[in-house]
Every structure is written in C-alpha cells, then in structure tokens.
C-alpha cells in the first residue's frame, strides 16, 4: 500500500514525476487538514500538476525546498486547479487543502515534467529558456492596489537582461484593473521584466467585479433584474442584443439589426421586452429568457413602443390614427391587453409594478398623476391641483413624484421649488416628503424606500428615506451626501442607492454605492473608467465601462466577494525561448 502523505511538509509522500502523466487519488478535508508531496528535479524541467475529480472546493500549491509557496491555483467551486512553469533542479512540495476544513472531498492529483532540453521551448540555437524562478503571488485587502515587483514575480535567464525579457497577457484578471504605468492592460499587452522588477505593474482589486464582455466594440448595459442582464452591442451600424442568466452564467444572443430600430422596455427577473421595427411598424415582443421563447405581443398596422415591464406584464403605447399614442396594459398571465386612456390626455409614464401602471395625464392646465390597476381596471387620480405633477416610480401601489412646492412657478416663473410626494396605495394617503424652498427631484421608490436629488448650497446632495421607519411629518431624511460636487442619485433597489459625482464642468468623475443596510458608502469605480451608469438590483450593479480602448460589461455584486483572481501570461527572450505561467490573487 502506497504511504499516506502527511499533515506537515516533513511528512510529505514522495512522488516519482516522468515526462509521461503519473496520477495519485486520494481524500482530503475533516480531519486531515493537508495532504503534502515531495518530488526531485535532477534537471530544469517544465513542471505540470492538475488537481480534479473535486466532489468539494479544494486548493493547489507548489512550495519549494524552504516551504515557501512558489505558485497556487484556488479556483471557486469544484472547478479542476492547475499549476504549470519551468523549475530548475531540486527538491519541491506540492500542498493540497481544502478551502472548508469540515467538508471531504476526493481528488485526483496529475503531475509531470518535461526537461527543457527536451522540450521544444527549452533551447534555441544553444539559447536557455527563460526559467520562472519567483511566482508567489500576492495576498491584499479587498479594494486595496498593490505593485507586483521582483520579489513576487521573476522570470530569470542565463543570456538575457532583464529587459530582455518580455511578458505577453494571455488572460486579464476578472475581478480587477492589471496596469503598467497606471494605464490599463489588455490581452496581448506586453512589458519586460524590468518593468516588473522596477515596481511599474500593479493590481487594484475589485472582488465584486466580473467582466462579462472583451471585445473591439462598445457595449452598453440596458437593464439588471437580480443577476440577469440585458446589453446591446454596436458596431456599424447594427445593434446587437445579449441576455445573460446570472443564474446558469449562459449568455444568449437575442437578435441583431439596425442601429435605433429596436427599444428596450425593461428586464424582470428572467423576462425582457422590446419594441422592434419589422419593416412596416414597430410591434412590441416578450422574451422568456428561462424558455429562450420569444412572443409577438402586438400585430397592427401602427406603432407601438413599449413603455416597462413587471413580471410578464407589459405598459406600452400604440399610436392612434397616426396621432398622439394611447397606453395599454398588457396582462402576461391572461394574454388580454386593455387600453387605460384615450389619446388625447395620455401625457407620460411614471411606472409599472406588478398590475398597477402610474401615468402623468394632461388635464387641460397641467400634470396630474393617475394610478392605473390592470387587474381591477380601476383608475385612480393621485393629484389634482393648478400645478404639474410627475410620477417617476412605483413600488406595488406607492407612487413617488415630484410636484410644485409653496413657491408656485406660475406666479414666480424663476422660482425652482419642487417637492417629493408619496402615495401609499395601501392606505391612501398621501405624504409631503421634502418640505423647503429648493428644488427636489425623486428619482425612484422601492416599497417604502425613495431617493431623490436636492439643490442646496451650490450643488446637488442625495437624500433617502425609509418611509415603513421613519414616520410622516418628522425631520428624519438621510442625507446620503455632503459635499462640494453635483450628487446624483440614479437607481434605489431595496434601500441600496447608486449615484454619481460630477465635477464643475459636468463630467463623470465617481460612481457611488450606499447599503442601506450596513450604511456604508462604497466608491464603485473612479473617472479612469467611468462613463455613465448601468444599472442596480438589490445589491448588484451592472456597469458600461471602458477598458481603454471601448466600452465592456462589468458586474458587481457585493454580497459575494471573490477571493481569488490572477492572469495568464507568456514570457519570450529575444533569442524565441519561451515560458509560460500564472500569476495569482489572494483577497481577503
């Protein structure tokens, strides 16, 4: 019977490694912490392990004679890990774990080795490979930038200086910015060695961040419904349209065709729709992303666009003897759609959740804001006064809008006092939530959760309120911001809030995200990479962001940070010798 390999490096099995695999099975986890090996190089060699079979989460490293870890692979799950890089002569050790002390799980360990004499890469024209001499990776905090210098990554070779050496990216990390100089790398970037060794490399990490897109063209995220997104992509004059199942990670091309010939309308859960242009009219489609079924909803000869979604049930317009749009409800569990107003007072669309619609109505004077139940057909009209009135949200039956305040703009044309209002559909009653004598403009409600942007001093601050916690009539709003740049608040989900910072002349220089929960502010991304925002869900964001050569889509999701994160790259010396590896990232 085989020697068990031991809990402590002394211990270690001793493994025999040949150019051909050798494979050794065994358990780990419970009360066998670590399972280590020893093997012998009698000869620079091109070293290759893989750890699989994996019933649990289980990690792989190399240590060399000192018991220092020269590489490591920790993937998430059970997914297979590998280790591969070109070693000189001695004695190394080979650590596998469990990422759960308490959960077992069998493993397969893979190993070999080819001497580089052998191997094509090894010698060219009696030229000596680059060897990877220092590849322990890096441990940091969450967030935290580090350089990687020479004492952490080291290619060395007998006839080549260190700016002989050139590193190419095969592979970015996923959940984090790769830079030389502070400029952001790409796959196939390149640097030498002596960039490394001079400290020009660093990594900032974004363990919330997965890049969902890398390619030549810009994509622009369109909606976030849990983990599900919606993008398009352009490119000459085509837009293409992409849904990804956060759940499965699939991504499914939906349809493509000519640039602003397609609308879309929103994304709920695993559902999307769209106004698309068939050749004669605009007619609006349902997509089931969990059945990949697409349904036509509407089939005339005039055109309709599609307003929100909720569910599978659908608010949208359809012109009217070519004239002023009418809306309509589309019920997605019956299939009947009814038409909430005529169109000659139908004025704007505030809002769709679950069968209840908010609209914005002309009455002959101004604005009022109306609440439409597609399962009752009961409309009810929320204001009536001598002042407009705009509804930009709806949770359930509460509805949030903005409306004129004491100073009466009619009277006072310069005047800029607006006030945010709140419905509850519960109740029915309705609350003042701002009371003052600037402008405030809501932004959006979640069941009794709503934010909105405030004009005071001389800039614009986001504000928030629980209304379920903080009763009406009490000076209890939360200003989320204090400072000396515009705040603008642009998506609450839940009582999470993401806005963005601009500086004096308008442009983009933060994105920010508030747990409403913990009360805790987090910079998502700084001006480098920020053009605008996507879009929030719970505690997800979804981001168009710029990779410094076009716009990618990148997902956050702060309740599960990544632990780990890395990238692949190619080492080449000006004589064709070449050696390959990968450089990991431990976050905590």
Known sequence: ???????????????????????????I????????????????????????????????????????????????????????????????????????????????????????????????????????????????VRGETRNIDGNVLQVIDAEQTASGLTYTLNSLPTHGRLQLNGVNLAVGSQFTQA???????????????????????????????????????????????????????????????????AVFGGISDTNVAFSIFDGFDTEIYLFDGTSGAFTQITNNFAN???????????????EVGNQLSAPFFYNGTTGVTTQITDNSIFSGFGGISGANVALNIFDGTDYEVWLYNGETAVFTQLTNNTTDDFAVGISGSNVVWTGTGSINPNTDPSALDTEVWLYNGTSGQTFQITQNAIADTAVGIDVFNVVWNSGIDTDTEVFWRNAAISPFGLPTNAQLTDNNVNDVATRISGSNVVWYEQDSAGVVTDILFYNGTTGITTV?????????????????????????????????????????????????????????????????
Do not use: H
Not at 5 to 25: D, F, H, V, W, Y
Not at 54 to 83: F, Q, W, Y
Not at 307 to 318: D, K, P
């Open 1 to 27: 019977m085989a020697t068990e390999p031991g809990n402590r490096l002394e211990q270690a099995r001793s493994l025999t490694i040949t150019a051909s695999p050798k494979r050794t099975r065994n358990l």
């Open 29 to 140: 986890g419970g009360t066998d912490p670590f399972d280590f090996y020893s093997f012998t190089l009698s000869q620079q060699s091109t070293l290759s392990l893989a750890l699989t079979k994996l019933r649990a989460n289980a990690d792989l490293a190399l240590l060399n004679s000192s018991g220092t870890v020269i590489a490591a692979s920790s993937r998430s799950g059970r997914k297979a890990e590998a280790i591969a890089l070109t070693l000189n002569p001695g004695i190394y050790y080979i650590q596998v774990s469990p990422r759960n002390a308490n959960q077992v799980t069998r493993y397969q360990l893979t190993r070999s080795a080819i001497s580089t004499q052998q191997s094509s890469g090894g010698t060219t024209g009696g030229n000596t490979s680059p060897l990877l001499g220092i590849n322990t990776g890096l441990q940091l």
């Open 195 to 261: 960039d490394v060794n001079a400290g020009r490399l660093s990594y900032t990490n974004l363990s919330n961040v997965t890049q969902l897109t890398s390619d030549t063209k810009d994509n622009f995220v369109l909606g976030l419904s849990g983990s599900n997104i919606v993008w398009s992509e352009r490119a000459s004059g085509v837009d293409s349209f992409y849904f990804r199942n956060g759940e499965t990670g699939t991504v499914i091309e939906l349809f493509s065709t000519l640039s602003d010939t």
């Open 304 to 318: 309709d666009l599609i307003l929100g979604i909720s569910g599978t049930n659908l608010a949208y317009t359809t």
């Open 524 to 588: 998502l991304l700084n001006s480098s990479t920020v053009p605008g925002v996507g879009d929030l869900s719970g505690s997800n964001v979804a981001l168009s962001l710029s990779d410094g050569n076009d716009l990618e889509i990148y997902f956050l999701d702060f309740d599960n940070p990544i632990p780990t994160d890395g990238f692949d790259f190619t080492v080449a010396d000006s004589a064709g010798g070449t050696v390959s590896g990968n450089f990991r990232f431990e976050v905590s």
